[in-house]
């Protein structure tokens, strides 16, 4: 659940200071955790992973744009959920379609765990989406792009410990940077907001490698569904800090998450 939590961070700092701002600083601090954690965690340098990893990078840095620009205009109790949705479908259509065979018990939670993704994106009044369409928008195609980055980061390979996530936050850093040089958007960040800021990258950054070593290790369908059931924790967070009331059918996907992760885990 740390990248709901990443999420929510970064949602808040979105709302705060400008989305380019906010992604270049968020991830020069998943910068330095990473590089960071290079010398302690295993893994072997190599040019295919620097190469998958800023190709993931590449996927992540369109993703994370529309993703914070989503949560800074909608609600993030539908937005977070609604990203989880595309994000969850990617890599477990690409896993089925490249051998990986989960057990029954586990293909049970799979389909739990979309269902419960389903519940949480529903708004608060009842309805499927909301009537903004700029942030259900934005939230779908940074799924796609936040499920390409989980395909091209398992593609790294399986020696290669945390040195493709340096290639991804290299590549989108540099990409993020390009754009708001290109725009001439500012990426100073409006006081107040750093902290906030950097606490959402340290987490994404966390979050990622936590994924990294899963994927590495194990079946990408069954990793990516548990990845994707993170808004339980953005949905959580924004009810009991920002207020935002979830309804009924939004508590019930949080508990079908819940389960969904139970068995995916006992398989």
């Not at 620097?50 to 909608?74: C, D, N, P």
């Not at 996530?165 to 107040?192: E, F, K, M, N, Q």
Request: no cysteine; hydrophobic share 60%; net charge positive.
């Amino acid at each position: 659940m740390i990248f709901g939590t990443a999420d929510f961070f970064g949602g808040l700092a979105t709302r705060r200071s400008k989305v380019l701002a906010v992604v270049v600083l968020s991830q020069l601090g998943g910068l330095l955790l990473v590089a960071a954690l290079l010398p302690v965690l295993p893994g072997h340098a190599s040019t295919a992973a620097l190469a998958w990893g800023m190709a993931s990078g590449v996927a992540g840095a369109f993703g994370i744009v529309l993703f914070y620009r989503g949560l800074a205009t909608g609600m993030m109790s539908v937005v977070a959920p609604t990203t989880a949705t595309t994000a969850m479908a990617v890599p477990v259509v690409f896993g089925l379609l490249t051998g990986d065979r989960p057990s029954a018990l586990a293909l049970v939670g799979v389909a739990l765990g979309l269902f419960a993704v389903l519940l949480v994106s529903r708004e608060p009044n009842g309805g499927a989406s909301g009537p903004k369409a700029g942030p259900i928008l934005a939230a779908l195609v940074s799924g796609a792009g936040f499920g390409g980055f989980f395909v091209l980061l398992k593609l790294a390979p399986a020696d290669s410990g945390t040195w493709p996530l340096l290639g991804a936050r290299i590549a989108s850093i540099t990409l993020v940077a390009l754009l708001a040089l290109a725009t001439r958007r500012s990426l100073r960040p409006v006081p107040g907001s750093l902290t906030v800021t950097i606490t959402a990258g340290v987490l994404d950054m966390a979050a990622n490698v936590l994924y990294l070593f899963a994927a590495q290790r194990g079946m990408l369908t069954l990793v990516a569904v548990l990845v994707s059931l993170y808004p339980a924790s953005t949905l959580l967070l924004a009810r009991y800090v920002l207020g935002e009331r979830l309804s009924p059918v939004q508590i019930t996907g949080v508990g079908f998450a819940l389960g969904a992760i139970a068995l995916i885990a006992a398989a």
